[in-house]
């Protein structure tokens, strides 16, 4: 969770005084939590540190007009979208349609790993690689709630600061990328039954 | 479909169809608790009637458990060194008071600049006014730059993808009656060759240059291509010039009179930029 309260007391008491201490003192102990949500929307290693870098170097650069009322966390999360966003638009990825579907959508009320139980069974048998690889191909939109809610742990309230967005907004967002990540990997499952045995690596389905 | 669901849906008179549609929107928040009580009677009541709705909690909840599991990459420590290096030097380099608005930095500037001005010749002046006019309206907080990343811009990366082909072809043998000379004159550079390119839509002069093991490719650029950037724009206003880096190449922007200079030189080997030498053109 963001701390608001310290946070925001220690940047007023800090930056009072104005120095590069400040800034590796309230900033600098974040870059971990940082490049773990970089890196979990990048398709590689080098991409995640350019855009941690950049989210730093920004933050330095910005540092002065850090508002009292924001917490430091939130606001470099604000920043590192921004720097994610520019590499979406470099790399000519962004603004992908982003489907909606409905909860009848056939593969998630027909699909036999739709169910329930089944479901969970699959989730469990997928690698983390192969959700992280759904996570990072989901739609901006969808991704970035995601990653905030289900990696960061943040309240509808501080995803919503995050992105500018109303909180009703992020929960419809959680809602359909959930829904649309949740038909993805029904499909991978479906597509890959051996992609979860180790021991073995190809295993014919059954009829 | 709307983006942005009402979290108040009105009446009884509302289609069972239309709730189902809107309940589907708060299913996330059912699932993560998030939801206040009166969503919560509303989402339950239709839950027990309807089964691809219930389902769909289900794996909400059960998504959101199994992404809590994925551990957190980790930072390597090579990264983590590097950087604290960069920071470091950035932070000692650019050690501008806290709080500082980026409007005082542009009039310090302008006041800095000044004498160099009229050593330079009438073009210095005119290209400051003219940065100074085109900065203005742009000044957002969120926009001054000075550590911008070089493939945002269009045409840092329309140069550094023609220095690159310049590098891996041969440059022709210029004829002799071309005007050679560049709009940046180094002692020792020789001259190697100029041609026309397109940079940031519009056409462009290169000059190519060899100074020591260094090639340098200099091109004069349309103004309106120069300042097109907000983060150009700031850091020309802030100090006289743009800087930025792309790999091994080092790209610096020059206000000219009329035009803009982009000079890409190897890292490391970017010859002395003296303003007042230029040649305004």
Redesign the interface.
Known sequence: MVNKSTDSKRAHKM?ST???Q??DTLV?PW???L??VA??QSAS?EI??DY???T???A??????LDDQVAIYAWLLRILN?VVA?GYR?DNRRRQLAP?L???DAV??EHPC???GP??QA??HQT?AQ??AA?RDLPD?FRQV?LL???E?L??QDIAQILDL?P??V??????G??L??ER?IKVASDNPAASDNTHTRVTPHE | MSDKPSITPSSESHQWSDLHHQIQDWLAGYADGELDEHHITLVEAHLAGCEACRHDAERQRMLSERLQEIPAPRLSPAFAKRLDDTLASVQTSDRRPVGQKPLEGLKHWLTRLSPSAVIGGGGWAVAMVLAAMLLVPSLTPEDPNQMAVASQIPMVNDVLADYQRVVGNDLRTPSDDADLSPPMQWANGRVLARWTTRVGGEPAEAYAVRLGNSLIVQYQISERVFFRNPDVRQAVARAGDFRTRDNELEVIGLPMRASGLLVVAPSGNVPPIDKSAMSAS
Do not use: H, I
């Not at chain 1, 330095?60 to 007009?65: A, I, L, S």
């Not at chain 1, 929960?171 to 359909?176: E, H, I, P, Q, V």
């Open positions: 930056r104005g120095s590069k400040q800034f600098r870059r971990y939590r490049y773990g890196q979990r290693t995640a540190e941690t870098q950049e730093l170097l920004r330095w650069r910005d540092f002065g007009q921004r520019d470099r909606v409905t909860t009848e998630l009320s739709a169910a329930p479901f969970e989730l469990k983390d959700v992280m996570v939109n995601v809610r289900d990696f742990d309240s509808y109303a009703g907004t929960m419809s967002r959680l809602s359909r959930r829904r990540l949740a990997l």
